[in-house]
Each structure stands twice: as structure tokens, then as C-alpha cells.
């Protein structure tokens, strides 16, 4: 009983492995890593509203104001179909942005999306932002 045990548990073990490494060169993305996504208000003196969910969890709904951020960690799904989305309120304006998207923009680990009165700057890594969405 014991030998079954194992050469079930080694034949799990080369599936995950494969697993691994077949996704993870044409997604750019790791299955089993944690990743973080970071929404920034970076519009002066004013507030914006954000609520951000994906098709199995809801984060809620966030007021930011200035220079305050509201940011969540979370493993890629096994079907590799992860996606989250927020929905911005400024204004008279409302902007829905795919926050986390498999196969959109990979970064390696921590996404950064700086809401400005231009639009939606996206930055990886701790690198420079770059404007992906306007209002």
C-alpha cells in the first residue's frame, strides 16, 4: 500500500511540474506565486471611489483619498483565468479597469495602477508607470 502511495505522490508531483512549466514561458506568469495588486489615488485634493472584485470574490467598495492606496495579494486560479477588475468613480466620471488580467501587461509580481485626472497609469514592479487607460 505504501509503494502505491508514493508512485501516486511522484506522479503528482511530475504533473504539477509540467504543469508549471508549460504555462509559465507563454503566460509569463507562475501559477503558484503570490501576486499583488495596488490602486494609488494620485489626484490632488480630491477623492475617488473604487470597488474591485473578481468573478469569485468581491473586495468591496473603498474611498482613497490623495496619496492613499488600497491593495490586495492573491494565487492565479488553476484554470490560469484570473481576473480582476475595478470600477473608478471621480466626479461626474466612472471608468471600469482590468486591474489583473493572464496575458495582459505581465509583471512579475506586484501590479501598480496610479489613478490620476488623465486616466489609469500602470506600473510593474516598482518601475516607472506608463498611462494604459483614459477616462
Not at 495588486?37 to 489626484?43: E, S, W
Not at 512579475?108 to 514592479?125: A, L, N, P, Q, S
Amino acid at each position: 500500500m505504501g509503494h502505491i502511495s508514493l508512485k501516486c505522490a511522484i506522479i503528482l508531483l511530475l504533473c504539477l511540474t509540467i504543469f508549471h512549466l508549460m504555462f509559465e514561458p507563454i503566460l509569463g506568469q507562475y501559477p503558484f506565486q503570490k501576486y499583488t495588486v495596488r490602486v494609488v489615488n494620485g489626484i490632488d485634493n480630491e477623492a475617488i471611489t473604487v470597488r474591485c472584485q473578481s468573478k469569485d470574490d468581491d473586495l468591496g467598495t473603498h474611498v482613497l483619498r490623495t496619496g492613499e492606496e488600497f491593495k490586495w495579494k492573491f494565487k492565479i486560479n488553476f484554470m490560469m483565468s484570473t481576473l480582476y477588475f475595478c470600477h473608478f468613480y471621480w466626479e461626474n466620471r466612472d471608468k471600469s479597469v482590468d486591474t489583473f488580467k493572464i496575458g495582459y501587461g505581465m509583471c512579475e509580481r506586484e501590479y501598480t495602477w496610479v489613478v490620476t485626472k488623465y486616466g489609469f497609469y500602470k506600473g510593474c514592479d516598482g518601475k516607472n508607470s506608463i498611462l494604459s487607460v483614459g477616462w
